[in-house]
């Protein structure tokens, strides 16, 4: 299985104009977005894409896209905006863990992910290595303004409910 990791960034009139700007920053706009938890299947390869990941999306027009999440957005001007999902992944089996934080520094959000990811690994009694993270920000100036990074596990249609990103993709 491949999971792709993409961040993005949007304005826009309002808040929800901004959020739907930085889905289409990342490339995921005209999907239907099922928020998942955080865990990472084993023999998965996590993909990291600088910005869009739509090219690496199976899929069209409405179908589900099953994701983790994280994104932070405000209209007041000067303000910052920071989004991250970082992850752990056991070298030998490619199981892991993903969290998702948002916040108005980049440090406060990286920080939240090592402190977390630490946390989770802690409660399971596992060590799965190195932390591994996809951070973006941005500011807020004339509009309302998002920061969103997202880990797509997969997409289906409605049509049947058949999963459009086969296992080895």
Known sequence: MKIHVGSGTGTGPTTLAAFDSAL??????????LLLSSVIPPQTDVTIHDGRISEAMPGTWGDR????????????AGEEVWAGVGWVQDPE??????????????????DDIRKTLGALM??????????????????????????????????SDWRNGAHLMEEGE
């Open 65 to 76: 896209l099953y994701v983790v999440m994280a994104e932070q957005r405000t209209d007041t």
């Open 122 to 155: 802690e409660t399971r009694k596992v060590d799965f290595g190195p932390i591994h993270m996809q951070v973006v920000g941005t500011t807020c100036t004339d509009e309302p303004a998002c920061a969103m990074v997202v880990a797509v596990y997969q997409a």
């Open 93 to 110: 089996t490619g199981r892991g863990l993903f969290v998702e934080h948002e916040g108005h520094s980049e440090s406060k959000v990286r």
């Open 24 to 33: 289409n920053d990342v490339g995921i706009a005209n999907y239907n977005l």
